[in-house]
Nanobody, 117 residues
Framework: VQLQASGGGLVQPGGSLRLSCAAS????????MGWYRQAPGKQRELVAT???????NYVDSVKGRFTISRDNAKNTVYLQMNSLKPDDTGVYYC????????????WGQGTQVTVSS
């Protein structure tokens, strides 16, 4: 399985971006898709996750501004980011945990998000 992320870019504070991450191949019916980010000089952190059943989880700093969603038919996860702040700058990675007969963990290649005026 490969994860292909897209949608990053440069945006002014207060602007919006939508990230997408498509998984090629089967990720199983029981899985968790998510977005993580890594700012320069900082550790990678969880941004948001969504289960195959649709339950979501967000880091406090993005609640009310970011929305994670998924299209199970396309094995794709999205991250709608509104009211972006400079602190949102970083490389955003998608991740998939697959809970089939064997646990599998997959990471995408990352997409750069820069929030700056």
């Amino acid at each position: 399985v490969q994860l292909q992320a897209s949608g990053g870019g440069l945006v002014q504070p207060g602007g919006s971006l939508r990230l997408s991450c498509a998984a090629s191949g089967s990720i199983g019916s029981s899985n968790v898709m998510g977005w993580y980010r890594q700012a320069p000089g900082k550790q990678r952190e969880l941004v948001a996750t969504i289960t195959s059943g649709g339950s979501t989880n967000y880091v406090d700093s993005v609640k009310g501004r970011f929305t994670i969603s998924r299209d199970n038919a396309k094995n794709t996860v999205y991250l709608q980011m509104n009211s972006l702040k400079p602190d949102d700058t970083g490389v955003y990675y998608c991740r998939v945990q697959s809970f089939g007969l064997q646990y599998r963990l997959y990471w995408g290649q990352g997409t750069q998000v820069t929030v700056s005026s």
